[in-house]
Nanobody
Framework: QVQLVESGGGLVQPGESLRLSCAASGRIISIPATRWYRQAPGKQRELVASISSGGWTNYQDSVKGRFTIGRDNAKNTVYLQMNSLKPEDTAVYYC??????????????WGPGTQVTVSS
């Protein structure tokens, strides 16, 4: 069984920064891709950023230049550095990953989410 656990959320003022972490544990062979999604109240879940095992990254237009996704393959951990936060970044942030497990299967997993609130 694989688990993803996010951490680092909280309440900050506009313009401040947060760093989210997503740690994967279990019988993991590799993690080909990891993504951060977010869901604001009353809105659909949306893709924020993604990173491949080789380090290729992609970002939603609204966060380009402010958010940076990175990964530590040795620790099976992915980070999301969020700078210049805006009230519209307020949401529950979810980690999502494609994981190749010891059973040889590639399966998608989700973390439980972490709340990010940007408010003055």
């Amino acid at each position: 069984q694989v688990q993803l656990v996010e951490s680092g959320g909280g309440l900050v003022q506009p313009g401040e920064s947060l760093r989210l972490s997503c740690a994967a544990s279990g019988r993991i062979i590799s993690i080909p891709a990891t993504r951060w999604y977010r869901q604001a109240p009353g809105k659909q879940r949306e893709l924020v950023a993604s990173i491949s095992s080789g380090g290729w990254t992609n970002y939603q237009d609204s966060v380009k230049g402010r958010f940076t996704i990175g990964r530590d393959n040795a620790k099976n951990t992915v980070y999301l550095q969020m700078n210049s936060l805006k009230p519209e970044d307020t949401a529950v942030y979810y980690c999502n990953a494609d994981v190749l497990t010891g059973s040889g299967l590639r399966t998608e997993y989700w973390g439980p989410g972490t709340q990010v609130t940007v408010s003055s």
